[in-house]
């Protein structure tokens, strides 16, 4: 506990658990008093400054945890925003080629109907083409194989699965480097 003496008053600074025990000691004081009438123990201008001081470390208190959950939340953000990407995100190496998978909405925006190029649907510069499929809550899966900082860097064409199933994901990526390996 700090105390600073003011002109008119004290400042007190307390510990949320100095802050607890005052405020039970503040509630059985005034209790004792309610419930002992015989013998009072303060003036009776100051009857009703016990309940103020009751009010006020009550409101401190509420006002403390509320402080501290918000710090917690503030704390904890980056690592719920990492937990959050995590799960929208997929890696996975299949028959040498690395696979990364999205999850998200897509829409098709190829002007040509037998080709696909899939699009963020909730991207600011998407414009989905008038009748281009929208696919929601799926996966839009990309594959490479080999590194950029060399020449042998080969990189499949994206595509999105039918549904959420993270299964699909392996389905989908080894049809591509099938088709691919026709070519």
């Not at 008093?33 to 208190?61: C, H, M, T």
Request: glycine content about 8%; aromatic content about 6%.
């Amino acid at each position: 506990m700090k105390t600073h003496a003011m002109l008119r008053g004290l400042r007190v600074t307390l510990t949320k658990t100095e802050l607890q025990a005052l405020l039970n000691l503040t509630r059985y004081g005034a209790g004792q008093i309610a419930s002992n009438s015989s013998f009072n123990y303060l003036p009776k201008r100051q009857e009703g400054v016990a309940d103020d001081v009751i009010n006020g470390l009550e409101l401190g208190l509420a006002s403390l945890r509320a402080k501290q959950a918000e710090a917690r939340f503030r704390r904890e953000q980056p690592k719920r925003e990492a937990e959050q990407r995590a799960a929208r995100t997929h890696h996975a190496e299949i028959d040498g080629y690395y696979v990364i998978g999205f999850l998200g909405d897509w829409t098709d925006i190829s002007e040509d109907p037998d080709q696909r190029q899939w699009a963020d649907l909730l991207h600011e510069d998407t414009v989905p083409r008038e009748q281009g499929e929208v696919r929601r809550g799926v996966w839009r899966i990309f594959l490479s194989r080999g590194s950029s900082a060399s020449d042998d860097l080969d990189v499949l064409p994206s595509d999105c699965t039918e549904t959420a199933e993270r299964e699909e994901i392996e389905e989908l990526a080894r049809r591509i480097i099938a088709r691919h390996g026709k070519q």
